[in-house]
């Protein structure tokens, strides 16, 4: 049987051929029979389907190179929060050592103390009691300190008041705002322990609060503070506009709980580092496939 030059058939007709013909020629050989092709191309043979997915591949353009800046930009914000969650470590780790240092005198460092909140400063005098008022509700802080459960002070009452005394220091003229500790709200109209003798107290420097988001404003007038303005408090109680948390290692019975102080800060860093980084890598792998792998072979 002779067939004419075959050059381009399509797979129905390459199974024709299998099944029925052996053909062969100079410039090609087809043993069909045997289930094997061997063809030997000329210069005038077509192109195959792999050299025109080749030739049909382009660089990158302008548009690939835009959308690279996502995967780079996803890669240096996962960086960033990789820097700040070593700043929040070093900061937290400051703080501790500043609350567990050697109590510093007040008055010697007064002109000092902007530089100085959470430093833990000692001061001499006597607790005026006629001038208390309450800052709150505020949650119970507790510092390793052993709560017995049926006492007024029990784990399970975390809601409450912060107690603040002005202390009137030793031969100084000088009137400070101390955060004596926290009570339970259903202790807030009970009598609270008075210390009416000179004591040296030690305390926690802080600043001032700014309003939390959705708090009520303080009213002075009704005595109602619901966070920490040192200015205004010191105006109503006439001291100085100085403020420190008590840090006492013997609390009264009747209260209050002393060390209020928060010193754990808010260090979410490594989350965010971890979904900037997974953005990047998957950003950058889709990038790559879309771009990357339709590149033409050199």
């Not at 020629?25 to 063809?39: F, G």
């Not at 507790?142 to 029990?154: K, M, Q, R």
């Not at 912060?162 to 202390?167: G, R, Y």
């Amino acid at each position: 049987m002779n067939l004419p030059i075959i050059r381009n058939f399509s797979n129905l007709a390459h199974k024709i051929l299998i099944n029925h013909c052996q053909y062969k020629e100079k410039s090609r050989l087809l043993l069909c029979n045997n289930i094997k092709v061997h063809l030997i191309r000329s210069k005038s043979t077509n192109p195959t389907l792999y050299e025109i997915k080749q030739k049909a591949k382009k660089p990158i353009n302008l548009y690939g190179y835009f959308l690279l800046v996502v995967p780079v930009t996803t890669f240096l914000l996962g960086t960033w929060q990789l820097q700040r969650r070593q700043w929040k470590l070093k900061l937290i780790e400051d703080l501790q050592t500043r609350i567990n240092a050697a109590p510093i005198d007040l008055v010697e460092n007064i002109d000092q103390l902007d530089s100085l909140e959470y430093s833990t400063v000692k001061a001499k005098g006597k607790f005026l009691h006629e001038k208390e008022f309450l800052i709150g509700p505020r949650s119970v802080i507790y510092h390793n300190v052993g709560i017995d459960a049926g006492n007024l002070f029990a784990r399970r009452n975390t809601n409450g008041w912060n107690v603040i005394t002005p202390f009137k220091v030793e031969n100084e003229d000088l009137t400070i705002l101390v955060n004596r500790g926290w009570i339970p709200d259903r202790a807030k109209n009970l009598p609270l322990s008075k210390i009416e003798d000179t004591i040296e107290i030690n305390g926690i420097v802080r600043k001032e609060e700014s309003r939390p988001p959705f708090n009520p404003s303080n009213k002075p007038r009704y005595g109602l503070w619901y966070y920490r303005d040192i200015k205004a408090m010191a105006k109503m109680a006439d001291t100085s506009p100085i403020f420190i948390d008590l840090w006492s290692k013997n609390d009264p019975p009747e209260g209050p709980l002393s060390c209020q102080t928060k010193i754990t800060l808010r260090n979410e860093h490594f989350s965010y580092m971890i979904t900037w980084y997974t953005l990047s890598l998957c950003t950058a792998t889709i990038w790559y496939k879309i771009f990357i792998k339709k590149l033409p072979l050199p």
